[in-house]
């Protein structure tokens, strides 16, 4: 991608989140408020699903997807975040170990 193309786009999502904000920021602030406030979350899980189940575009389930159920599991029974990451660090690094 050329330098011209990228300084183009990035004026024009600028200029659009600009347009966005001016023209119709009250609007959208009263009906779409509470979803935009659930977007930073949904777009997190979604990263974490694709990362924990995808390899080079092929659906894999491997250590990963155990280490991250011991996460969840973790955070359901509100663990400490330095136990959460440590218990599924462990269990993924356990796991790879093994097999």
């Known amino acids: 991608m050329s330098w011209p193309l990228m300084i ?3 004026a024009g999502s600028y200029g659009l989140k600009v347009l966005g904000v001016t023209t ?3 609007v ?3 009906r779409l408020g509470p ?7 949904v777009l997190f899980s979604a990263l974490i ?3 924990t189940f995808e390899t ?3 659906l894999v389930l491997d250590a990963r997807v155990v280490g991250v159920g011991v ?3 973790a955070v359901w029974r509100k663990a400490p975040l330095l136990v959460v990451v440590l218990a599924a ?3 993924t690094s356990a796991l790879r170990f093994l097999t």
């Open 71 to 73: 996460g969840a599991l």
């Open 28 to 30: 959208v602030e009263r």
């Open 35 to 41: 979803l935009v406030s659930l977007l930073p979350a």
């Open 8 to 10: 183009v786009l990035a």
């Open 49 to 51: 699903v694709v990362m």
């Open 24 to 26: 119709l920021g009250s």
């Open 89 to 91: 660090m462990s269990v």
């Open 56 to 58: 080079a575009g092929e």
